[in-house]
């Protein structure tokens, strides 16, 4: 059943492994217990989604943006050192949101900003516009995937019944529902996170190596 695990919770690791959370977390990846369940992990998968579409709204990465974070990325690993425990992106997390404002006047990450003649606000949403429009693509291939797995691990349970028992195959077949719903859920979400301008597309083509040597190290295979 490791198939079907990594099936619900590939969006969660995607986002809990991606630059954005490492590099304001001091390598802190945002983590939700086994205990919280799929709703709790599902609410904050939606929540973080939903600000970082509504932050980057009016942003455009340009050459400049793109520049500063290709070569400024690599540093923000160590911005707290090990005096970040928590996590800033946690606590980033308020009342069933996100608020983007406590990492932009986080006095580490502004001292970070200042030290290499960034503009705390504007570097962030660039850094984040960038990550919306990875994730965009990168999710809704991963997410069609999972999609594209679903019969093949329902006739593999199907297969399974007499052996595994009643019990474990409703189960199983409850949890198959669910990975479903949350596939689709997630690829309607995932769907209205921002579509590159004309002009990032051809940036975006144009150093796709370079973005992906970068800030594609921590993605999920």
């Not at 800033?88 to 990492?103: H, N, S, T, W």
């Not at 997410?143 to 019990?167: F, T």
């Not at 689709?184 to 083509?205: H, Y």
Request: glycine share 10%; net charge negative; hydrophobic share 40%.
């Amino acid at each position: 059943m490791s198939r079907l695990a990594g099936g619900l919770v590939v969006i969660a690791a995607l986002l809990a492994g991606s630059p954005y959370s490492r590099a304001q977390s001091a390598g802190t990846a945002v983590e939700i217990g086994d205990d919280d369940g799929v709703e709790a992990m599902k609410s904050r998968i939606f929540a973080f989604v939903e600000a970082l579409t509504d932050y980057t709204a009016d942003v455009r990465v340009r050459e400049p943006e793109l520049e500063a974070i290709l070569t400024h990325y690599a540093s923000l690993d160590g911005i707290h050192g090990e005096g970040d425990p928590g996590g800033i992106l946690e606590r980033a997390f308020r009342d069933g949101r996100y608020d983007f404002g406590v990492i932009v006047n986080d006095p580490f990450y502004v001292s970070w900003c200042r030290g290499r003649s960034l503009e705390p606000e504007a570097f962030f949403r660039g850094l984040l516009r960038l990550e919306a429009l990875r994730m965009r693509e990168e999710g809704l291939a991963r997410l069609e995937r999972a999609r594209s797995e679903l019969p093949e691990q329902r006739a593999e349970l199907e297969s399974m019944r007499e052996k595994v028992g009643g019990e474990a195959y409703r189960e199983g077949a409850a949890a198959l529902e669910a990975a479903a719903e949350m596939v689709e859920e997630t690829r309607e979400l995932m769907g209205g996170l921002p579509r590159p301008s004309r002009d990032e597309a051809r940036l975006l083509q144009e150093h796709r190596e370079r973005i992906e040597a970068v800030l594609g190290e921590d993605d999920l295979e």
